[in-house]
């Protein structure tokens, strides 16, 4: 009689709690960290670089079945990477005018205001008015109702950090139609790719050949590396393993993560007001994912 063999020890991963953590701190680390570039390559070029080698080491990495994929398929990936595409560059913008935890804290009003026009129930309607305070505080008003102890923030900013909350809302939108039409990840990495060659225009005008340089491609995988590839697979092993409710309550907490990451790496102070702000956002985004139905951005983030 042979005995019987020991079940095979599976090797212990990241707790999904831990590993959603570790994904927003990567995420915001990357951000900070692609914000010192902007000297070199500027906004535009920034992103160029940032997409395009996520694109790149998402291709390689996951391995999609890009050449399966219908006439139909791709009139679906298109808007979703266009959406995605912009999303940073106006994200990315923005950050030349806003603490990266201002231009994170207003983003989140796109998935607010999508959760509040999905659900239409009344209760949300007191989330995005709490989140609308958050606006307000941000806004010259706030300075001038807590007197004015930092600098105003540029209308530009606020206006483009807004610009890209509305277009994470039609990444939400165009990505729950990929995903129900192409299984697996063939749709993201497309999305991706088409994503990246909305950036390459923007960020060969303003970089030109510096998005070439050796030195400027190994920060640029950097920044790809913290901001997609890493926080990704960290976020995907999550969904996994919780609701996907906590997730989004999970993810709520990011502007304050993105607000920490400004100040240790970019020395970037934020106001009473602004804090304030930032905490009305995070509070409307919990409560709106607590006692909604489903939470439309309860999915990798895709921009930072």
């Known amino acids: 009689m042979t005995a019987a063999r020991p079940a095979a020890r599976t090797r212990p991963g990241l707790p999904p709690i831990p590993a959603l953590l570790l994904a927003m701190l990567s995420i915001q680390g990357g951000a900070a960290f692609a914000k010192t570039l902007f000297p070199t390559l500027g906004a535009a070029g ?15 990495v996951l391995r999609p079945r890009l050449r399966q994929l219908t006439r139909a398929d791709w009139a679906a990936i298109v808007p979703y990477g266009a959406a995605l595409g912009l999303m940073n560059l106006a994200f990315y913008e923005a950050l030349r005018f806003l603490p990266l935890g201002l231009a994170v804290t207003l983003e989140f009003i796109g998935p607010l205001t999508l959760s509040l026009i999905l659900s239409r129930r009344a209760i949300d309607v007191a989330w995005v008015l709490l989140a609308a305070l958050g606006i307000a505080l941000i806004s010259p008003l706030g300075e001038l109702l807590t ?20 277009f994470w809302a039609l990444y939400i939108l165009a990505g729950g139609a990929v995903g129900r039409r192409v299984p697996g990840t063939t749709g993201v990495v497309g999305g991706m790719i088409v994503a990246a060659l909305i950036t390459l225009p923007f960020g060969v005008a303003e970089a030109g050949t510096r998005l070439l340089a050796p030195g400027t491609l190994l920060l640029g995988l950097g920044v790809a590396v913290l901001s997609s590839a890493l926080p ?3 976020e995907m092993r999550a969904l996994r393993a919780i609701p996907a409710r906590i997730f ?21 102070r934020l106001g009473p007001a602004q804090w304030a702000a930032l905490v009305c956002v995070i509070a409307a985004s919990a409560g709106i994912n607590l006692t909604g139905k489903a939470a439309p951005h309860g999915e990798p983030d895709p921009v930072n």
Do not use: D, K, N, Q
């Open 46 to 60: 920034t992103t160029t670089v940032r997409v395009t080698l996520a694109a790149a080491l998402l291709t390689l």
């Open 147 to 166: 007197g004015g102890a930092h600098a105003p923030v540029p209308a530009t900013g606020i206006g483009l950090a807004l610009l890209a909350g509305a």
């Open 232 to 234: 990704y697979t960290l």
């Open 248 to 268: 989004g309550v999970m993810m709520s907490v990011e502007p304050a993560i993105a607000a920490l990451s400004g100040l240790l790496f970019l020395g970037e």
